[in-house]
């Protein structure tokens, strides 16, 4: 998978979470700084975090870290994949 191929796919996903059901075009900004903290943050947890940070910043309402750890690893995963391309 390709780096900008792998960076639309993260978007879907975060736009497809849509956790607060404010319907999936809302998080077009989270959705960027998200994917900016993917290329950051090497360890899920530390993502997660980040993740909670964003939303919270956005919606003052804090995401349960869980959910934010799911869409974590499927971040990271997308990651490494577009990293092993030759």
């Known amino acids: 998978m390709e780096e900008s191929q792998a960076v639309r796919e ?15 075009e809302f ?3 989270e959705a960027v700084d ?8 090497e360890n899920p947890q530390e993502l997660a975090e980040s ?12 995401l349960p870290l869980d959910n934010c750890m799911k869409v ?8 490494d994949s577009s ?3 030759p």
């Open 10 to 24: 993260m978007m879907k996903i975060i736009s497809k979470w849509d956790p607060f059901k404010y319907g999936e």
């Open 34 to 41: 998200i994917v900016q903290a993917v290329y950051t943050k």
């Open 83 to 85: 990293s092993c391309t």
């Open 51 to 62: 993740i909670q940070d964003i939303f919270e910043a956005s919606f003052e309402q804090i």
């Open 27 to 29: 998080y077009e900004t």
């Open 72 to 79: 974590a690893e499927r971040l990271l995963i997308i990651k």
